[in-house]
């Protein structure tokens, strides 16, 4: 029999019409040997394999619309690797009927977790999509980042987003958070290099501006694009009033553009918290003018963030680009946003500083019990 990497690319998109040959499981179980389950959700099962090569990650789902909808999703995602290295790499999918005999064997009941549809769907040999992914082995708060790695992953997230905002004007990840930023560990040969080369990134709006990040050993990349976003009229909950929403209630913000670095802001102060990282330059960074005028931007487009990226703060993390930005000389913004949620045009000022403007009597309460230059987070950021 001959047999062929079954892996279709991202040009090809599946749908119902796609044909299955009888060898798919044979092609499989020769390229990709099993090693072991990495998780599973409600309706996927990863799984870690190896080419010989490499690893990779094979996600495995029921074929079907919300399949066909992932590996559109990957794909778009895909197309986005060579601007910013925050995003995996998607190496291809196929569709068999079942799984290989080797890998169901070695597969436990257990591993499907909530996946029952999956399981039943593998035993009735029904038909299975295989979408094979880069392998991101370690989530961003397992490797132990100190307050410059947590930095520079502040920045490329950053710049990940600007990135796909202006290859994609609507893009919402809108599920930004612990589980879904992994990390690649920078290494040769199983240990990490002694002299990492830089990392370069260019600025979405003028490639000619690049900025270069030194001694990145931990690459961060996000993941889990299934409630993610690309089209304007996205979803039937993508309504116009949602952006009237509480500036603090980032679950019922979902599809609001602020939601993405409003939960990057989250993320990087629980790190530090985790961390136990105290008195951080980082602080002033989500106090910074620009940071709240940018999740106040009524559409948070990729130049708003972009404006975040040239912030003076990223120099002193070594952060460095090979122009230097004019430097405006800006009014302070104290008093145009709430101290706490960062809301605009807030109603109440504090009795001892009129500089210090809240929302209301809650804001202000909150401000008086934590002592904190950094918008409220809807928990203690710090003991």
């Not at 047999?3 to 060898?23: A, I």
């Not at 890998?103 to 399981?119: H, N, P, Q, V």
């Not at 080369?197 to 889990?224: G, N, R």
């Not at 102060?269 to 990282?277: D, G, M, W």
Request: glycine share 4%; net charge neutral; charged share 30%.
């Amino acid at each position: 029999m001959n047999l062929n990497n079954p892996l279709h690319s991202c040009f090809e998109k599946p749908s119902n019409k796609t044909k299955v040959t009888k060898k798919c499981l044979d092609e499989l179980s020769l390229f990709y040997k099993y090693i072991k389950p990495l998780g599973a959700g409600i309706t996927a099962l990863t799984i870690r394999i190896s080419n010989n090569q490499h690893d990779l990650a094979i996600k495995m789902m029921k074929a079907g619309a919300a399949a066909y909808k992932e590996v559109d999703v990957s794909c778009k995602v895909n197309s986005m690797v060579n601007y910013s290295p925050v995003f995996n790499t998607t190496h291809g999918w196929t569709i068999c009927k079942g799984i290989p005999k080797e890998w169901a064997s070695r597969i436990k009941d257990k591993d499907y977790g909530d996946a029952e549809k999956l399981k039943e769907a593998i035993e009735k040999n029904q038909k299975i999509l295989f979408l094979a992914l880069e392998l991101n082995t370690h989530k961003i708060d397992e490797v132990g980042l100190n307050e410059n790695d947590i930095m520079l992953s502040c920045f490329l997230l950053l710049h990940g987003i600007a990135v796909a905002r202006k290859y994609f004007p609507y893009f919402r990840h809108r599920d930004i958070h612990m589980g879904n930023v992994m990390i690649m560990l920078r290494t040769v040969k199983n240990s990490v290099i002694k002299a990492l080369p830089d990392i370069t990134v260019k600025l979405p709006s003028d490639e000619s501006v690049v900025f270069t990040l030194p001694d990145v050993v931990y690459l961060p990349k996000l993941i889990d694009f299934g409630e993610s976003r690309f089209q304007q009229k996205g979803h039937t909950d993508d309504v116009p009033e949602e952006s009237y929403q509480s500036f603090e209630d980032i679950e019922n913000t979902k599809f609001a553009p602020r939601n993405d670095i409003r939960r990057l802001k989250d993320l990087i102060l629980k790190l530090l918290q985790q961390r136990q990282i105290e008195d951080s330059e980082i602080d002033s960074f989500f106090t910074s003018c620009d940071y709240k005028e940018a999740i106040n931007a009524e559409r948070n487009d990729y130049m708003i963030i972009e404006a975040l990226l040239k912030n003076p703060i990223f120099e002193r993390y070594n952060i460095l680009s090979n122009v230097n930005f004019e430097r405006k000389k800006k009014k302070s913004c104290w008093g145009m946003f709430c101290q706490v949620c960062a809301s605009p045009n807030p109603k109440k000022t504090y009795d001892t500083n009129p500089h210090y403007a809240f929302c209301d009597d809650v804001c202000e309460q909150k401000y008086k019990t934590f002592r904190q230059f950094i918008p409220y987070t809807g928990e203690e950021v710090y003991e």
